[in-house]
């Protein structure tokens, strides 16, 4: 008898000890401990950090892509520019070449006076002085100036010139010229006559 009871009395401790650390477990699980005031702002900070440098991201991927998108606006601008030329200047040059083949054809029957020794030389070597310089006939008598100057292969091709007293424009070969560096003059070997008559045809 009295090693049953002595049991028994063990055996309820037991069970209150159990009972004990279960209420403190459950006591524990449903009052979870809260953050401190410091770590709270601590994580405030965190968090207000994070938002800053996704909004700083976000303005300069911005800034990035408006100025992707301008410097492509210009790009293209230049290139509509740039094939805008292209295509004026291969027209100039196509429309040259035709006037320039039916110049030799037409023009063959003109008269060449030979040059004057003086001027054999004197050949046209580049554009220097060559815009609005005065054309004299080789026998010195003025019969317009130059407006424009046509190249072939880096090399002065022939010369428009407006003729004086409203007389037209006329396209003349370098070969038909030399320059008067001395006094800034281009000099023809063609007749005053045949130049009025070349003015009115049609390239």
Same mark, same amino acid.
């Given at each position: 008898?009295?090693?049953?009871?002595t049991?028994?009395? =063990?055996?309820?401790?037991?069970?209150?000890?159990? =009972?004990?650390?279960?209420?403190a477990?459950?006591?524990?699980?449903?009052?979870?401990?809260?953050?401190?005031?410091?770590?709270?702002?601590?994580?405030? #900070?965190?968090?207000?950090?994070? /938002?800053?440098?996704?909004?700083?991201?976000? $303005?300069?991927?911005?800034?990035?892509?408006? #100025?992707?998108?301008?410097a492509?606006?210009? &790009?293209?601008?230049?290139?509509?520019?740039?094939?805008?030329?292209?295509?004026?200047? $291969?027209?100039?040059?196509?429309? &040259? $070449?035709?006037?320039?083949? *039916?110049?030799?054809?037409?023009?063959?029957? &003109?008269?060449?006076?030979?040059?004057?020794? *003086?001027?054999?030389?004197?050949?046209?070597?580049?554009?220097?002085?060559? =815009?609005?310089?005065? %054309?004299? /006939?080789?026998?010195?008598?003025?019969?317009?100036?130059?407006?424009?100057?046509?190249?072939?292969?880096?090399? %002065?091709?022939?010369?428009?010139v407006?003729?004086?007293?409203?007389?037209?424009?006329?396209?003349?070969?370098?070969?038909?010229? *030399?320059?008067?560096?001395d006094?800034? %003059?281009?000099?023809?070997?063609?007749? *005053?006559?045949? =130049? &009025? $008559?070349?003015?009115?045809?049609?390239?």
């Open positions: 008898m009295k090693s049953t009871k049991f028994a009395f =063990l055996g309820s401790s037991s069970l209150c000890l159990v =009972l004990l650390l279960s209420g477990a459950l006591g524990q699980s449903s009052n979870p401990q809260t953050s401190s005031p410091a770590e709270q702002e601590q994580t405030r #900070q965190l968090n207000q950090g994070i /938002t800053d440098a996704n909004k700083t991201a976000d $303005e300069q991927s911005d800034r990035d892509n408006a #100025q992707y998108g301008a492509q606006q210009r &790009y293209q601008e230049q290139l509509r520019e740039y094939r805008r030329r292209v295509r004026n200047y $291969e027209e100039k040059a196509a429309h &040259y $070449e035709a006037a320039r083949d *039916r110049y030799i054809a037409a023009h063959a029957r &003109y008269h060449r006076a030979a040059w004057p020794r *003086r001027y054999e030389h004197r050949r046209i070597v580049d554009t220097r002085d060559l =815009l609005g310089a005065r %054309v004299h /006939t080789y026998n010195g008598r003025s019969v317009g100036h130059v407006v424009e100057v046509a190249m072939a292969s880096g090399r %002065v091709d022939a010369l428009r407006t003729l004086d007293r409203g007389r037209g424009d006329v396209w003349i070969e370098a070969a038909d010229l *030399r320059f008067d560096s006094r800034k %003059v281009v000099m023809t070997n063609l007749d *005053r006559r045949d =130049l &009025y $008559e070349m003015s009115r045809d049609s390239y």
